[in-house]
């Protein structure tokens, strides 16, 4: 089912707003982002339609339980979307949570960093 956003529901993109979406990527792939993008702008929005809905909350979860992040606001809707294959206007649940950077943020990325990168040196020093 293809859906089009109806004219005037278009917002502008924000610089650190991710709009996720179940089919095109991997989890992991949004989880890492959000946090590239909560180091560069201190917070991030994640954004969803209905069925990735789950995924977004599972994305924002994944952040505040491993403590990397903080929730700050979640908000929910529905959206008009023209269906073009009935060609009528169907609802759409909307999702947005609002994750800003945690007290431990770049503690727990630093550490993150070195103990990736320690088996590599480790790995270095055996072969020489």
Do not use: C, W
């Not at 709009?19 to 989890?27: A, D, H, R, Y």
């Not at 060609?87 to 990325?109: H, P, T, Y």
């Amino acid at each position: 089912m293809a859906t089009v956003a109806l004219p005037g529901s278009t917002e502008p993109q924000k610089k650190n707003r991710i709009q996720v979406s179940n089919t095109k990527k991997p989890l992991f792939f949004y989880v890492n982002l959000a946090k590239r993008y909560i180091q560069q702008h201190n917070e991030v929005e994640l954004s969803a339609l209905g069925m990735a809905i789950t995924t977004v909350v599972t994305i924002a979860e994944i952040l505040k339980n491993n403590g990397l992040a903080t929730q700050k606001k979640v908000l929910t809707s529905t959206v008009g979307m023209k269906d073009e294959s009935k060609g009528r206007l169907v609802q759409k649940a909307k999702i947005e949570i609002v994750l800003g950077k945690s007290e431990k943020f770049d503690s727990l990325m630093s550490a993150a960093t070195t103990t990736t990168s320690a088996p590599e040196a480790a790995a270095v020093e055996d072969k020489e």
